[in-house]
Every structure is written in C-alpha cells, then in structure tokens.
C-alpha cells in the first residue's frame, strides 16, 4: 500500500508542471476569446465546461458505453494474446505463424475491417469491442513474446546451476523477467483499444464517444465537438495512464522499456 | 571435450586432470579461449563431457548438483533484478525448498554479515555497485553450504583496486566457510594471491601445462605481493603460460604434463 | 531505364501475378468448401462484376482519396523541409519547438479529424489537412535525420573549399537526405490513405472511405468487397513505390 501511494505521489509530482502549463493555457483561450481573438472553430473553454455542467448525463451516457466496449475488446485480446504469445514461445514451430498473424491483423485497417464486421456480426455493440480487440492485440502479443524470451542465457545458466524444476525456472526467472515488456505492451494497447472502439463507432453506432462526435458534428456543435475531443483524448490517457502506473508498482525495478517492433 | 560447430571440431579439452584436496583454494589460469571456463562448466554439470570422468567427493556432477554441494559465481553476477540482496542470496532455499535444505544453512544474516553487506538487505542490484552485486553471488553461492566453490573469473569486470579489495573479501570468507574453492582468471597476481596451487592451461587443445604449489603462508596480505616469494611464484606461473614452448627448445625440461 | 531496372519490375510483376492469381484460387475454394453464403463472402467471380459494373464509381471515388492523401502528404512534406531546415540552422529554435512537435507525434486520427471538419467544412480540404496533420511527425522526423545524415567528411571537404552554406545544402545535404524522404513518404503513406478515408467517413465527401461505408449500409456487398479490396490495393501501391524508390536511392549511400 505504501508502495502505491509513493508511486502516486511521484506521479503527481512528474506531472504537475504540465497540468499547470495547461491551466495557463486554458486561461489564455479563455480570455482571448472574450475579447473576440478566436477564430469561431475555437470554443471558449467555458462553453465546453457548460456543456459538461448542463448535460453530465449526455457525457456519462456516451463516456461509459465506449469505455465498456474499448476495455471488453481490450480484455478479450489481452487474454488471446497473452495465450498466443505463450504458444509461440513454447512451441518454436509456431512462433512465426503466430507473429505474422498477428502483423496481417494489425495491417488491415478499420476502414475495411468496421464495415465487414458490421455485415457479419449485425449492428450492436459487438461491431465495437471486436475492433477495439483487433487493434490492440499487436502489441500484446510482442510484449509477450518479447517478455517470455527476456530471460538472458547467464540468468538461465543460474537456474540450471540452481538445479530448478522446470516449473520453478518460469515462476522465479520467466515470468518476472517477462513482466516489464508486457506491461509495455498492455501500456500500448489502452490508447489503441479506445480509438478503435471510438472510429468503429463512426461506422455506425448510437451511442458513444464518436457518435457524440458525428451528431455534434452534423449539428455545428462547436463546443460539443471539442468536448467529444476532449473526452477522446481522456479515455485514451487515462487507458495508458492506468497501465502505466500499475506498471510502475509491479515492475518496480526497472525503467522504461522499449519494445522492438 | 569437442564442440562441433562449423567446420572441424574443436577440441575443447584434451586429457585434463585436476585433483583439489578438500578446504583448498585452486586457480586455474590460461590464456583466453584455453577452455578454463569449459573445464569450470563440466565440473558444475552446465556441460557434460564426452569422455572421461569427474568426481567431486565421490559424487557425479550432476549428483553434486542435485544434492546442492556446488556453489557457482559467474563471471556477472547475475542478480535477479527483481529481488532485493536478500531475496537473492536466498533463491536457493526457494529452489531446494527451505526444509529440505541440507544442514543447517548458515543464516542469509550471517552471510550478509560475512561478505561486508549489512545495511544493504533490502536493496535492489541496480542500485549497488558491481563489487558489490559481486558479493552478493557470493553469498548466494554460500547459502547451502557447498563443499566446492566454483568461480569463474568473478572480478574481471571490475577495476584493479577494487579487485584486490574484492581477492582479500573472498579469502576471508572462504577461509572461514570452510569450503574447496576453485577459481578461474585470466591475472597471474591474482592467481598466485589467492591459491594454495595454480593450473596452468594452454590452448588448443586445452590441456594443464604446469601445476604450482603457492608456499605463501595463510592467512594472506597484499604486503606479500612484494615479496621475493611471490615474484619467484609469478615467474614460475609465466613461464608455465608463456615460456614452455621456449622450454621445449632450449632446456630439456618435460613440461608437467597431467595424466 | 536501365536493362536491371526493366528485369527487376517484370519480375515484380510476375511475383504479383502468380500471389494474386494463387490468392484468388484460394478465396474461390474456401468459400465454396466452407460454403460460406454470399452475403458474408462473396466469390472473386462477384466481386470482379463489380468492379466491372461500377468501375467509373470506384475509380472516381479513389481518385478523390488518393488526391486528398497526396496533397496531404505534399502539404506535410514541404512543411516538415522547412521545419527541418530551420532546426538545423538554429538549435535553440529546435529546442523551443520540441514540446509543439511532440504534440502532433501523439494526436490519433480521430480526434483530429472532427476538429480539422469544424475549420475546413465537409470538403475533400478536411480530409486534406487532416493528411497533413497526421503525416507531419513521421515526414519531420526522417527530414531531420535525413539532414543530419550528411557525411561528416564530405562536409568538411566542402568547407574546406570554401563552400557557400548554400552550395553544402544543395551539393551534400540535399543528395543524402533524399533516402531519408523517401523513408518518410512509405511510413505516411498508408496511414496518410487511411487518414483520408476515415476523414471521408465524418465528413461525408466523396471517397473510398464513403464508398465502403455506403455500401455496406446498403448490403451491396460485392461492391463493398470491390471497394475494400481498391483501399488495400492502393495501399499496397503506396508502399512498394515509395519502398523501392527508398531502396533505389539507399544504394549508393552506406546505410
């Protein structure tokens, strides 16, 4: 628990500066907008903050259907590839089926792939979660890989030396060496996840975050506009944000780490 | 000993043999490539051999292994980078099962204690020094109380000074655990410091050219580097590596040739 | 063209052939073995109609995507030459500017598309800028290491001859750097083409990306098919082009 709040605390700190630089920016369109500055595709940012305050329904109602469809895609690829991944690593004869699999996936883009889904799945919520797990899986399934092959030949050597079981070499040295690069992976995914789910909603969707945007796009809504922006931008970081700090307290020796591609 | 690879085989080791009594400490020393950390990987059951035998108190290898007799410090120290000082110097009694854990293994304390650490149980390796982290694969390979210490150039990456601090650290703790140790170097000085005997390998086939009784008293000190003794044993463990094929020209001495 | 050139694309050609021929027999198989019902899948026999019936659409359509993504993609590039040229001339303004460059490394298509919508309408310049926007870090980032890639020595020989910064810039920098666009152009490319069918998508112009979304609404699926398979064929397109004028020039410098 303590270990939780320090890595809070130390996350607060790293970012405050920025925060800030954002209110004084907010501050500045603020006032230049009073003042007839802005161009009209610029809101104020009070008039974005009214429609939080005068419709926190119309943001929660569409805020939680994307966040429930992105993370049940998110969670569905997370366990495919996390199972794929293993597969390929322990099974050779499989691993570049499996990557390359994977990369074709990855490759095929929304376009192609919402309109298909829609025609196979009808429309509803499935269309969704099933392009937010197409667009995540990539990097879930290379920070498996990755991680899983991590282990160095001199670590594998001590295990050896050690005498281990095969059991007792993937709990005390596999899995924890993994740990960094999945979690490097997962970290990825979060954004990818919520903006499929929000595109494939622009293919047909009532409710959500891009649907927001289509309709308040087709009505001129200006500040609904850059709310259902805003509101994007938000889910996709606070995705990435959550892996990151979970990452930060069960990864706890290491820095960042780079996945190759 | 072959490795088959691209090409011819490489006769690795070719009719080595080595005896270390029991609570000694040996040095194996050759020049890069001789196959001393071969002959270090047979003896810990890493590789096994294609012909002959190793008997380490009786045991196999591989039956030393088992029955945890074997301590091993690699040339990194290999930490898992995960747990603490602690938790490393203990992964062998997560292995072996702590109560199935032969003799009573000293306490994880008392080597921390033993290798200059304490203070430092809780640390993560990235944030100790690499003499430090060094230590620390030590008293991991202390934890069961081997019978046979086995170390593979454990000091080369570190810089000279620290280095004899670290050949001072290691004779005391060895002498005060009580075990065989068998070092592997690529430095004369350490060498000759640290044994009771010196091997000296040459290369391709790696096989033991000459073995040296080190006569220094015990317990040792770095004033006895610059003693005529230890310059006498230096030379004797140079000529070994350097001078024999000049021996074989000149003088009609027979190179000590193992059996 | 030289001979190798002209044996190096007709082979190329022969290998697309024969994949694409071997594809097609593949498609045709699995649907009929599987018996998969033509309104999931159709068979390349269909979909070849299709195309054949509405060609003059699809074609059209392409056109407005690929000219929405290649003026994007020019819009992007001169900006990041001249972005690129002004860090290399002046350090502090690179280190000023890193904070706002870092910003367009970030943005997802999708929230930039509805905003460009709001400044620019529902035309094909929304799809256009949204291009623009999408392709600028990938285009700066291998302009400025294209610049950076001058070979040191060679620099030094001009100077020595007392070469104008002018003359270093066209003799030297230019020649090196111009792999490096090409880099750049293949890793925009396709994300530039999808970044205009996705802008096709909110705004409601004229495009591949409409033509998909429409006739999936309207169930016409051989249509559909035709019109995916042109997106990815383009695709394709993009890549191998700007891959082989990538390798082309990547030959007679060393990296």
Not at chain 2, 45 to 50: I, K, N, R, S
Not at chain 3, 105 to 120: D, K, N, Q, Y
Request: hydrophobic fraction near 50%; charged fraction near 15%.
């Amino acid at each position: 628990m303590a270990s939780v709040l320090s890595t809070l605390h130390k996350a607060l700190r790293a970012t405050w500066r920025p925060f800030a630089t954002a209110i004084v920016l907010i501050g500045i369109i603020e006032a230049a907008k009073r003042a007839h500055l802005l161009p009209v595709f610029v809101p104020a940012p009070s008039e974005v903050l009214l429609e939080i305050w005068n419709g926190p329904r119309l943001v929660t109602a569409n805020l939680a259907p994307t966040a429930w469809k992105a993370a049940s895609g998110y969670f569905i690829a997370a366990i495919i590839a996390t199972a794929a991944g293993s597969l390929a690593v322990s099974l050779r004869a499989l691993y570049g089926t499996i990557y390359n699999v994977s990369v074709m996936i990855n490759s095929v883009p929304i376009i192609a792939t919402a309109p298909l889904l829609a025609l196979w799945l009808g429309t509803g919520p499935q269309v969704q979660i099933a392009i937010a797990a197409l667009a995540s899986q990539f990097p879930m399934l290379v920070g498996t890989m990755q991680g899983l092959q991590a282990a160095d030949s001199r670590q594998r050597e001590l295990m050896h030396v050690l005498s281990a079981s095969r059991s007792q070499t993937l709990r005390y040295l596999l899995i924890p060496s993994a740990l960094p690069y999945l979690f490097a992976g997962l970290k990825i995914a979060a954004p990818s996840a919520v903006l499929g789910a929000i595109t494939a909603e622009w293919a047909g969707a009532d409710r959500g975050v891009g649907a927001m945007m289509l309709y308040a796009l087709f009505s001129y809504d200006t500040p609904k506009v850059w709310l259902s922006v805003l509101l994007t931008c938000l889910l996709a970081g606070a995705g990435f944000g959550i892996w990151a700090l979970i990452e930060r307290v069960a990864v706890y020796w290491q820095h960042d780490v780079e996945l190759a591609d | 000993m072959v490795f088959y690879g691209r090409g011819e085989p490489v006769i690795a080791l070719e009719k080595v043999a080595l005896q270390v009594p029991a609570g000694q400490f040996a040095s194996i020393i050759g020049p890069s490539g001789c196959g001393k950390s071969t002959l270090l990987r047979l003896i810990a059951d890493v590789m096994q051999p294609h012909a002959g035998a190793i008997t380490l108190g009786g045991d196999t290898p591989r039956a030393a292994r088992h029955a945890h007799s074997l301590g091993f410090v690699f040339q990194a120290p290999t930490l898992l980078p995960w747990r603490s000082v602690k938790q490393n110097i203990e992964l062998p009694l997560d292995v072996v099962g702590r109560r199935s854990a032969k003799r009573s293994a000293r306490t994880t304390a008392e080597l921390i204690e033993l290798v200059g650490l304490t203070g430092f149980e809780d640390a993560l390796p990235h944030q100790l020094s690499g003499g430090m982290q060094q230590r620390v694969a030590i008293a991991r390979a202390l934890i069961l109380t081997p019978d046979i210490l086995l170390l593979d150039e454990p000091f080369g990456a570190l810089d000279e000074i620290t280095r004899q601090r670290m050949n001072i650290e290691l004779l005391r703790i060895w002498s005060e655990s009580g075990t065989s140790a068998l070092l592997v170097t690529h430095s004369i000085a350490e060498a000759v410091f640290m044994s009771d005997r010196v091997y000296v390998m040459s290369a391709r086939p790696g096989r033991i050219t000459t073995i040296i009784d080190v006569p220094l008293e015990r317990p040792r000190r770095l004033d006895m580097m610059r003693t005529p003794e230890f310059f006498e044993c230096v030379n004797r463990v140079r000529d070994g590596l350097f001078g024999h094929e000049q021996i074989q020209v000149s003088t009609p001495r027979e190179p000590v040739e193992a059996y | 063209m030289s001979g190798e050139t002209l044996t190096f694309i007709v082979k190329r050609l022969t290998q697309i052939t024969v994949g694409v021929a071997v594809f097609v027999a593949a498609w045709h198989l699995t649907v009929i073995a599987l018996r998969i019902p033509k309104y999931l899948v159709p068979l390349p026999l269909d979909v070849a109609r299709a195309f054949q019936l509405h060609w003059p659409v699809i074609a059209s359509h392409a056109g407005f995507t690929v000219s929405a993504a290649a003026l994007g993609l020019t819009a992007s590039t001169l900006f990041a030459i001249a972005v690129a040229l002004s860090f290399s001339m002046n350090r502090g303004i690179a280190q000023a500017s890193l904070p706002v460059v870092l910003v367009f490394r970030s943005t997802p298509v999708a929230a930039v598309a509805p905003i460009m919508m709001l400044i620019f309408g529902r035309g094909i310049s929304t799809s256009m800028a949204v291009v623009t926007i999408v392709s600028f870090f990938p285009m700066l980032v291998n302009m400025m290491r294209g610049l950076e890639s001058a070979d040191r020595t060679a620099a030094e020989l001009l100077h020595v001859y007392g070469a104008s910064r002018w003359q270093q810039l066209r003799l030297i920098r230019i020649p090196f750097a111009l792999p490096y666009l090409f880099t750049g152009l293949r890793v925009a490319g396709s994300s530039a083409i999808l970044g205009a069918m996705l802008s096709e998508w909110i705004t409601g112009t004229k495009g591949l990306g409409n033509l998909i979304l429409d006739s999936g609404e309207m169930r016409e699926t051989d249509l559909l098919w035709a019109a995916v398979l042109t997106s990815v064929v383009i695709a394709l397109a993009v890549f191998w082009t700007t891959s082989a004028g990538e390798k082309r020039l990547l030959r007679w410098t060393n990296r």
